[in-house]
C-alpha cells in the first residue's frame, strides 16, 4: 500500500526543522546505504549522530506519535531514527534500488526490519523542479511529490527511486517502520476497516451495536495478525 498522509508536521515545526537544516553538517550520502544502494545514490545527508540530527528526530517522532492515521497505517513496532537528505546541485538523484531488509541502528541499539519505508517532504513542490519519488508498483509507477509537512508510506519491498533535482533543493526526512502487522495485505485491510469503522462511528455512534461488533472484528483480526 502507497499512503499519503497530509500533515504530518505542522507549518510552524516545517519552519522549525528549515532553520536547523539550513545550518546543518551535509555529508555524502553513500555512508548509510547498502552496497547495491550505494552505487544508485548521490545526494548529502545529515550525520546520524549530530546535533542537529538529534533535534530533527525529536520533532519528527513527536510527529508521529500524534497522528492517528498514521498509526492506524502503520500498527509500528519499531520505528528506526529519522533521518535527513537533500537533493541538489552535483548530488541530486536516487537511482532504482530496494532498500535493505534489515536497518541495524546505531550503537548496537537493535535492528529493525524494513516493512514499511517512509518519506517526509520539507520542501514544497514549487522550490525545486525534478527530485519526485518513483516507486514501482503492480499498476505501474507512482510518482511522489508532496507539500512540506506530509508523509507517504510505501512498502519496503518496492524499487523505488528519486529522480534528479535540476534546479532548487529538495529536502526530506526517511526512516523506516517494523510493524507489528508484516503483511502488506493484512496491514491494508487493518487499516480500510479502521478507516471505515470511525465513518460508521461518526454517522451511528460509539453505541451503536453494529459499530460495537465490528470494532470487536478489528480487534480480533489484530489480534490473529499482530506480533507484539
Ligand atoms: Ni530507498
Redesign the pocket.
Known amino acids: 500500500m502507497l499512503l499519503h498522509i497530509n500533515d504530518l508536521l505542522t507549518p510552524e515545526e516545517v519552519h522549525r526543522a528549515r532553520a536547523i537544516l539550513a545550518v546543518a553538517p551535509w555529508q555524502d550520502g553513500r555512508a548509510t546505504s547498502g552496497e547495491q544502494?550505494a552505487l544508485a545514490k548521490n545526494n548529502e545527508q545529515l550525520p546520524e549522530g549530530c546535533e542537529e540530527a538529534r533535534l530533527l528526530q525529536e520533532l519528527v517522532l513527536r510527529g508521529l506519535e500524534r497522528h492517528e492515521v498514521f498509526f492506524s497505517a502503520s500498527l509500528p513496532r519499531q520505528v528506526s531514527p529519522p533521518l535527513f537528505n537533500r537533493y541538489g546541485g552535483a548530488t541530486n538523484t536516487?537511482g532504482n534500488?530496494?532498500?535493505s531488509a534489515v536497518r541495524f541502528l546505531r550503537n548496537g541499539a537493535g535492528r529493525v526490519r524494513t516493512d514499511i519505508?517512509c518519506t517526509l517532504f520539507l520542501a514544497d513542490p514549487d522550490e525545486y523542479d525534478g527530485g519526485e519519488l518513483v516507486v514501482e508498483d503492480t499498476y505501474g509507477d507512482k510518482r511522489v511529490k508532496l507539500p512540506a509537512g506530509d508523509l507517504v508510506l510505501y512498502p519496503g519491498t518496492s524499487v523505488?527511486r528519486v529522480e534528479p533535482v535540476t534546479r532548487g533543493h529538495r529536502l526530506a526526512c526517511?526512516f523506516w517502520i517494523q510493524s507489528m502487522v508484516r503483511s502488506d495485505e493484512q496491514r491494508r485491510l487493518l487499516f480500510d476497516m479502521d478507516m471505515h469503522l470511525r465513518r460508521l462511528r461518526s454517522g451511528a455512534g460509539d453505541a451503536d451495536p453494529a459499530v460495537v461488533g465490528l470494532t470487536g472484528t478489528y480487534h480480533n483480526l489484530l489480534r490473529m495478525w499482530v506480533d507484539t
Open positions: 544502494a536516487f534500488h530496494v532498500d519505508s523505488h526517511f
